[in-house]
């Protein structure tokens, strides 16, 4: 065999570039569970003691991927987690998927200003805090001073707060000059459609969309829970505060039974509101089509923004943004459904998390 024709035979198989590359995809599993495992499974596996379930048993969990409470509130519902995308799955493969753009939705002053100038439905923003400094927007002064004769309260929200913490209520101007604590902004008061005033009147309830888009990059409304305030969820809806959720029929606009979490980790469905009597089981959000509209809209607005769960209140005049999340939660929507299994979106989700 010639000089040449050595060189041709041991050159055969896959170019050393791909085999490595190859290699590549085949770690990259084990590194995102490694680093899942790292960060998450300590607090996983201290808090999954509310689940009741041995340390070793929280562990098995933490290691397919799951905080331990939830899986238990998985198989308490269907008896398996089959099809459920995992907290791994979240912290590792859909986290991060709006890159650098997610500070749209992390920073609320730069958000409602950014829907502003698109003319989307948003609450007014009267003043920025920063600094322990209030600096009023344009005409915001005399506007907050109005809306506290009309409506009685505005809101004052941290500028980067999320799941609802810090929340306050405030009823004149000299008690706004008391939040000085952190960057916040003071907003509108957003009057709530009547449906979800008679469900419960303490709280705004928000409905959280899931927008994804598909291969054409398209929005899509993936799927939809109403959140619901109780005596114990405070001044926010949030699930995490003691809320309530109740899936949202993407199709129609109709609840399903509603859902909490009582003691011992235990799931409990609910026909009706369990301070308030109120039924959501079967109740229709009214003008549900202009939701559709919305997340159309939104998409246009922001294409930069691929992944958000969008928090909407539903007035008399229509659906309105209370804010976008670029990390959301999908534990609500998986009480339901396994999203994995959906036939609509999970091909859309299952692509994200084999990459």
């Given amino acids: ?51 009741g379930r041995s340390l070793l048993a929280r562990a098995r969990d933490v290691w397919a991927g799951f905080h331990p409470n939830e899986a238990d509130w998985y198989r308490q519902i269907r008896g398996h987690t089959r099809g459920v995308l995992t907290n791994r799955d979240r912290e590792t493969a859909l986290h991060g998927l709006n890159g650098h753009y997610a500070y749209v939705l992390d920073n609320k002053a730069l958000f409602a200003e950014l829907m502003r100038a698109r003319e989307l439905a948003t609450p007014r ?19 907050l001073a109005e809306a506290l004769r009309r409506d009685g309260r505005i809101v004052v929200k941290p500028t980067l707060g999320s799941k609802g913490r810090s929340i306050r209520l405030c009823r004149s101007l000299d008690e706004l000059d008391r939040f000085q604590d952190e960057d916040a902004i003071a907003t509108s008061f957003v009057v709530q459609a009547p449906y979800a005033h008679e469900i419960h009147a303490a709280t705004l309830n928000t409905i959280r969309i899931l927008m994804m888009r598909d291969a054409a990059g398209r929005p899509v409304l993936a799927a939809a829970v ?47 509101h369990p301070d308030t009597g109120a039924p959501i089981a079967g109740v229709v959000v009214p003008g549900w089509d202009r939701v559709h509209d919305l997340v159309g809209a939104l998409g246009d607005a922001f294409p930069e923004l691929v992944y958000v769960g969008w928090d909407v209140a539903m007035t008399e005049a229509g659906p309105t943004v209370i804010e976008g999340n670029a990390h959301p939660s999908l534990r609500f929507f998986q009480f339901y459904d396994t999203l994995l299994d959906d036939p609509r979106v999970g091909p859309l989700f299952r692509r994200i998390v084999a990459r």
């Fill in 1 to 51: 065999m010639d000089d040449g024709a050595a060189i041709a035979a041991g050159s055969s198989g896959p170019p050393l570039a791909s085999r490595i590359g190859g290699v590549r995809r085949q770690l990259r599993p084990l590194a995102r569970q490694a680093r899942f495992v790292r960060r998450f499974g300590p607090s996983y596996l201290r808090e999954g003691a509310a689940s």
């Fill in 125 to 143: 923003v009267y003043a920025v805090s920063t600094a322990g400094r209030w600096r009023f927007a344009p005409g915001g002064e005399a506007a």
């Fill in 226 to 272: 109403h959140r619901f305030g109780t005596a114990g969820s405070g001044l926010v809806d949030n699930f995490s505060a003691g809320g309530l959720v109740a899936k949202v029929d993407v199709a129609t606009g109709t609840l399903d039974r509603a859902v909490t979490i009582v003691e011992c980790n235990a799931v409990r469905f609910l026909d009706a």
